[in-house]
């Protein structure tokens, strides 16, 4: 099942399996001549029963990258799932970490070690509560904002590595934070949130070619439309 027809079904049938996470993909024991310019991590927890919750946006954001540009199917990697393709003439390494969200600093540490990459041709997608639900902005460096999964990257990685923030809002109290984060986005949202994700992948070109200001404007003008 796609990840598009995944993510409009998701409150009829429950899938047995979540896009970009099949239990039936092979172990990477050889990547050949691949060797990617640049490695795209997104952020999330593994499983279904975390599957649509706001903190899992990143994996979800790399899921519609995978689908719309054709990377090929996952394998298990890195301590989690790793996709090979290109976006124009730019190799990239999609890499979804099975190790929960407090470890997966080790999971993108053991790819960027593997590859012989520098922190700067990493770039991270998560979940942001400090933009306003759909935002999405793109900035190099920074703090991490309590965030558990950028606290871990740091950790393993250092702190100048992209992050490609993707807005879930703050609900207003620091003791409502945790119960929106980890909760589900509502189905009055999935039409924004399909919007959001298909602008990010068609957009995927300008940050490929390390365009920041060029991908956010070409993300918002596509969620105006």
Partial sequence: MSFVAWLGSFFGVKPVEVPGQPLSAETATDWG???PVQIWVGLGNPGARYAMQR????FMAVDAIAEIHKFDPPKKAFSGWAQQGRIGDARI????PS???NESGRSAGEAMRFFKKEIGDVTVFHDELDLAPFKVKVKTGGGTAGH???RSIEAHLGNAFRRVRIGIGHPGHKDRVTGHVLGNYAKAETDSLAETLGAIAAEADWLAKRDDAR???AVALRQQD
Avoid at 93 to 96: C, F, I, R
Wanted: proline share 0%; net charge negative.
């Fill in 33 to 35: 001549e691949f060797e």
């Fill in 99 to 101: 190790t929960f969200m």
């Fill in 93 to 96: 390494l999609l890499l979804k």
């Fill in 215 to 217: 991908f956010m404007n």
């Fill in 55 to 58: 903190h899992n946006v990143g």
């Fill in 148 to 150: 558990n999964g950028l």
